[in-house]
Nanobody, 123 residues
Framework: QVQLVESGGGLVQAGGSLRLSCAAS????????MGWFRQAPGKEREFVAR????????TYADSAKGRFTISRDNAKNMVYLQMNSLKPEDTAVYYC????????????????WGQGTQVTVSS
């Protein structure tokens, strides 16, 4: 099991940038793929990005391609989501989670969810 704590959210104008961080506890962090999801009010939680255990392979939702970058530092037990060119529709609570198997874009394929960090993009 891994405990996850997200940070770095905030209020930003459209076109701006934010870098989200996810701090993980647990000695086995480096053996797991990790993902970022988001959930806007009244909407289902949706996949944003995923990174392999080594960091060599990354996968993005279409909405994130070209604007967001997922990365990790296994030495520091950290996962990051760099978000550029933010849009009002990116407003949501962002969560990181540990991939446990299955379809990479399904929230049911992930466990050990953090508490989330709020991202608000104003127009």
């Amino acid at each position: 099991q891994v405990q996850l704590v997200e940070s770095g959210g905030g209020l930003v104008q459209a076109g701006g940038s934010l870098r989200l961080s996810c701090a993980a506890s647990g000695r086995t962090f480096s053996i797991y793929a990790m993902g970022w999801f988001r959930q806007a009010p009244g909407k289902e939680r949706e996949f944003v990005a995923r990174i392999s255990f080594s960091g060599a392979v990354t996968t993005y939702a279409d909405s994130a391609k070209g604007r967001f970058t997922i990365s990790r530092d296994n030495a520091k037990n950290m996962v990051y989501l760099q978000m550029n060119s933010l849009k009002p529709e990116d407003t949501a609570v962002y969560y990181c989670a540990r991939f446990v198997g299955g379809t990479y874009y399904a929230s049911t394929s992930y466990d050990d969810w953090g508490q989330g960090t709020q991202v608000t993009v104003s127009s």
